[in-house]
């Protein structure tokens, strides 16, 4: 069985042409989200990496390192520098676990919490940013988690 070409190009097209990849889509637009945050996220004096560790926290406090790692979908150890220096900046703390000292848990500080309100604009910036209406974003974030789920299934 031939397996078939994802290509938005005319039958016949170049299936390996750069503007015809999924691949290129999803980075090239990941890289341009980034420089949308980018000035948001500076006024609230964090990093990207740094905003989606702090969106783990608000949601549910007191996670694990590997909590927060799975979450992301990152490994602990290039996590660990990032928390760092966000306990440095005073928004979070890290204590060992009592039962397993291997353990490291994670928790907002009263700045951490804080911040939270400050955050609260930054999905209408990018909702305008994106000229889309709420529902299109929200199919398309939909389709994204699909082509995830899958993704994770075969590695």
Known sequence: MKAEHLSTAAPGGDPLALDNQ????????????????????????????????????????????????????????????LLKRLESEGLLSRTRSKD???????????????????????????LSASGMTPETLRALQHELLDLRGHLQGKI
């Not at 980075?27 to 990093?47: C, E, F, I, N, R």
């Not at 926290?57 to 992301?72: A, F």
């Not at 490291?104 to 609260?120: D, S």
Request: glycine residues 6%; contains cysteine; proline residues 6%.
């Open 22 to 81: 999924l691949c290129f889509a999803l980075y090239s637009t990941s890289l341009l989200m980034t420089k949308v945050y980018k000035p948001l996220l500076h006024a609230l004096g964090l990093t990207y990496p740094q905003y989606l560790a702090m969106l783990v926290l608000w949601e549910r406090d007191g996670l694990t390192v590997g909590e927060i790692s799975n979450r992301l979908l990152t490994d602990p150890g290039s996590l660990t520098p």
């Open 100 to 126: 397993d000292e291997r353990v490291v848990i994670v928790n907002l500080t009263e700045q951490g919490q804080a911040l939270k309100t400050r955050a609260q604009e930054l999905p209408h910036s990018i």
